[in-house]
């Protein structure tokens, strides 16, 4: 599920560099930016490392955002998730795992979501101040977040937003056992109309001879 990370982020004007706003008042702008639609699309790369700096096989996939709800979609895996019901389908044997899902974890790979939640602020504390830096021409704003969960499975997460837009750049996820791995968005989509219901449901009709494993 690690590799699900996936991630997200927010504002709608630049920060004036001698009116720089502290990392409390970026989350707020933050989440108050993604609140702003009924619905997300995001696009994203994912790269990663193990604990002895191997890199990882990148990934490209997209991840569709709803409430509580959410999907995601890459070429090894898709996760469905309505309510407390999760389904994750791997293409490659062709067969769905369902599952429950507990829509209060704080843990990012199970609900990702919650880096634009007011729930956010009891389960994470920022360090430091925000970083500011240039990348590639689009001007960066750097947050450290630290797991206050009791046996996190990550030992940070750096989330960068693009200061001028507040749209998310990129997730980077610290590991426990030491693995690196980020997700850098490359496209995010504000839907002012949500999706229906059945799109955040695995469609067993849509895979013949799927083989199914019921978990819950």
């Not at 920060?15 to 989440?31: D, K, L, S, T, Y």
């Not at 209060?104 to 990702?112: F, K």
């Not at 693995?179 to 067993?204: M, S, W």
Request: proline residues 6%.
């Amino acid at each position: 599920m690690k590799r699900l990370i996936l991630i997200l982020l927010t504002g709608t004007t630049g920060i004036a560099a001698a009116q720089q706003p502290n990392a409390a008042q970026i989350m707020e702008r933050f989440g108050a930016r993604m609140r702003e639609s009924a619905a997300l699309e995001l696009h994203f790369d994912f790269l990663g490392a193990d604990a002895k700096g191997v890199a990882l096989d990148p990934l490209a996939g997209v991840m569709y955002i709803q409430g509580n709800d959410y999907v995601v979609l890459n070429a090894e895996v898709e996760v469905y998730v309505q309510g407390v019901t999760k389904w994750v389908y791997t293409p490659g044997i062709n067969e769905a795992i369902i599952m429950g899902h507990d829509p209060l974890s704080a843990d990012l790979a199970d609900n990702p979501f919650l880096l634009f939640s007011a729930k956010l602020s009891r389960d994470y504390r920022l360090t430091d101040k925000p970083e500011y830096y240039s990348d590639k021409g689009v001007d960066i704003v750097a947050l450290n977040l630290i797991p206050t969960a009791k046996n996190p499975a990550y030992t940070s997460l750096l989330l960068r937003i693009n200061s001028r837009t507040f749209l998310p750049h990129s997730l980077l996820y610290l590991s426990k056992d030491g693995a690196r791995y980020e997700a850098v968005i490359t496209a995010c989509t504000l839907q002012n109309e949500g999706y229906p219901p059945d799109h955040f449901v695995f469609k067993e009709k849509e895979h013949p001879g799927v083989f199914i494993s019921d978990l819950r």
